[in-house]
T-cell receptor, first 113, second 114 residues
Framework: GENVEQHPSTLSVQEGDSAVIKCTYS??????FPWYKQELGKRPQLIID?????GEKKDQRIAVTLNKTAKHFSLHITETQPEDSAVYFC????????????FGTGTRLQVTL | DAGVIQSPRHEVTEMGQEVTLRCKPI?????LFWYRQTMMRGLELLIY????????DSGMPEDRFSAKMPNASFSTLKIQPSEPRDSAVYFC????????????FGPGTRLTVL
């Protein structure tokens, strides 16, 4: 089955700096890669996703890149703010009735003043 | 839109007791997912329903766990008998287009089994 690895497990940046979180996946058939943000005690919420037919997608301060050849994708947050502090999860999905959305282990991002 | 609704929000029970978690998906969504989140194992998909039919239950840990979706607006996850290692946050999520579409998570049920 699919295996998703996520790095780093914790990340501390100063306000205004950029943050990058990286994920690798094992199943070359995976074609959907969402990113979720989970604040302490809250539910995971989708912040951005990318499908395999594009290499990059951007939404304001957040961008995701995908390298299908290398089987890795990354989340980029620019001009970080304290409210960006949360746990971020990447995930990968291959279509097919037997497939499932497999999550990475999460990255705890701390944005310091 | 009220979003995905889960109840109870918190449940504390003793080992051996039956626990039932409930979920109401977003109206119009035809896919429903049950996840379990722990520090050790992260977010795990337990079971996935499409049009009220269980499609993939390979994540259900053992026979003590069962899930039903009697209609499009209600699902339950039951643990009988419960064990301390079942303590976790259980999330329900729904989507409108199957697994490939955005999944919206409910607030979760924090289960503690003593």
């Amino acid at each position: 089955g699919e295996n998703v690895e996520q790095h780093p497990s914790t990340l501390s940046v100063q306000e205004g700096d950029s943050a990058v979180i990286k994920c690798t996946y094992s199943d070359s058939a995976s074609n959907y890669f969402p990113w979720y943000k989970q604040e302490l005690g809250k539910r995971p919420q989708l912040i951005i996703d990318i499908r395999s037919n594009v290499g990059e997608k951007k939404d304001q301060r957040i961008a995701v890149t995908l390298n299908k050849t290398a089987k890795h994708f990354s989340l980029h947050i620019t001009e970080t703010q304290p409210e960006d502090s949360a746990v971020y999860f990447c995930a990968a999905l291959a279509t097919g009735t037997a497939s499932k959305l497999t999550f990475g282990t999460g990255t705890r991002l701390q944005v310091t003043l | 839109d009220a979003g995905v609704i889960q109840s109870p929000r918190h449940e504390v029970t003793e080992m051996g007791q039956e626990v039932t978690l409930r979920c109401k998906p977003i109206s119009g969504h035809n896919s429903l997912f049950w996840y379990r989140q722990t520090m050790m194992r992260g977010l795990e998909l337990l079971i996935y329903f499409n049009n009220n039919v269980p499609i993939d239950d390979s994540g259900m840990p053992e026979d003590r766990f069962s899930a039903k979706m009697p209609n499009a607006s209600f699902s339950t996850l039951k643990i009988q008998p419960s064990e301390p290692r079942d303590s976790a946050v259980y999330f329900c999520a729904s989507s409108s287009g199957g697994k490939i579409d955005t999944q919206y998570f409910g607030p979760g049920t924090r289960l503690t089994v003593l």
